[in-house]
């Protein structure tokens, strides 16, 4: 059972950066790797629905929302098994819990998710 687990989270002022992390472990088959799954970036505004943000394949393709893009980078080391959302210029309405999900089967959005963290609180406030 592949377990995800979020950091990096924290309190930003408007414009500034964060770069949340992603650590995978539990892989069941020896040389598996997080390569091997498409990771996916969430997050959860209060009040609102969770929403997709940054997405990277297992083929390395990426993909980003629009509210994000040019701003937000997704990116993924498989020899630490960690994926990374870096995210730059943040913006009030960027604040929320950010979870990190994963997914061997591909889907919309980069993959068909089964694993989950259980988030990290980004605050985007003067």
């Known amino acids: 059972q592949l377990q995800l687990v979020e950091s990096g989270g924290g309190l930003v002022q408007p414009g500034g950066s964060l770069t949340l992390s992603c650590a995978a472990s539990?892989?069941?088959?020896?040389?598996?790797?997080?390569?091997?799954?498409?990771v996916g970036w969430f997050r959860r505004a209060p009040g609102k629905e969770r929403e997709g943000v940054s997405c990277?394949?297992?083929?390395?393709?990426?993909y980003h929302v629009d509210s994000v893009k040019g701003r937000f980078t997704v990116s993924r080391d498989g020899a630490k098994n960690t994926a990374y959302l870096r995210m730059d210029n943040l913006k009030p309405e960027d604040a929320g819990v950010y979870f990190c999900?994963?997914?061997?089967?591909?889907?919309?959005?980069?993959?068909?998710?089964?694993?989950w963290g259980r988030g990290t609180q980004v605050t985007v406030s003067s």
């Open positions: 999900a994963a997914g061997e089967r591909p889907g919309v959005m980069c993959a068909v998710y089964d694993y």
């Open positions: 539990g892989f069941t088959v020896s040389g598996l790797t997080l390569d091997y799954y498409g």
């Open positions: 990277i394949s297992k083929d390395g393709s990426t």
